[in-house]
């Protein structure tokens, strides 16, 4: 019981000194302060402030070298695609250069969805396939009757790993997996802004064409979609950051 509450609270520091790197709060140096004073300001022990490091080490979000303070990387080098919710936190909000990595990210998640639902018409026998139609359905229904909670987009990442399953594509199953975890982390920016009408739209077609294995349809129709999608997205977040630039400090 111990030992589960120590990990509870390095996980706890290590998302606010994530956070706080990401923000911009940390030193022009990217030195972190030593572990004795994170620990007197988490009133931890020292020992979960360590642990804490260590994961944002393995992350790839700051060095640690012998007799030396943790500093932290610089984000254009630390970023991964499980850490673009870093980017988008950051310091200064929807910044055009941390739209591009937002943009990257809807990008390939498109190209993902396509080549899967592609490749699974294309090869996945009958019994493979009834799972992919039975999770477009789930993501169809989970749209059509949201509460504007957006819970649905859960059902939509299933769709993805089903669609991995059914195409025998196991490495972009880790790929879908990603795309998620990346989701994740940006969730509470990103979903007041998803339109569960706008994914209706293509979920419902997306049935049509998976019915009919329609690869001509899916591959020249249901990018568009997607993107319409995305683009409502981004221009929320455009128009967000004009009013911040606009409305100045106080």
Request: with cysteine.
């Amino acid at each position: 019981m111990e030992q589960l509450e120590r990990a509870k609270l390095a996980r706890r520091i290590e998302e606010d000194l994530e956070q706080a790197i990401s923000r911009g709060e940390i030193h022009p140096s990217g030195v972190l302060p030593p572990e004795q004073l994170l620990a007197r300001r988490y009133g931890v022990a020292r020992g979960t402030v360590r642990e804490a490091l260590l994961r944002l080490a393995a992350r790839g979000l700051i060095l640690q070298r012998q007799g030396r303070k943790a500093r932290a990387v610089p984000l254009e080098y630390a970023l991964t695609l499980e850490s673009v919710g870093v980017a988008l936190h950051a310091r200064g909000g929807a910044r055009p250069e941390r739209l591009r990595l937002l943009e990257g990210y809807f990008e390939l998640k498109r190209e993902t969805a396509v080549a899967l639902l592609v490749r699974a018409c294309e090869h996945a026998s009958k019994r493979e396939f009834e799972p992919l139609l039975d999770a477009c359905f789930m993501l169809r229904d989970g749209t059509r009757w949201d509460d504007g909670s957006n819970a649905w987009v859960g059902r939509e990442f299933a769709l993805l790993r089903t669609a991995a399953a059914a195409a025998n594509r196991p490495g972009h199953l880790l790929l879908v997996q990603s795309l998620e975890r990346a989701f994740r982390a940006m969730e509470e920016v990103l979903r007041p802004l998803l339109m569960s009408q706008a994914v209706l739209h293509w979920a419902n077609r997306t049935m049509d064409w998976l019915y009919d294995r329609n690869v001509e349809a899916l591959s020249r129709d249901l990018p568009p979609l997607l993107m319409a999608c995305d683009e409502h997205v981004l221009g929320c977040l455009t128009a967000s950051e004009r009013t911040v630039e606009h409305s100045g400090p106080g």
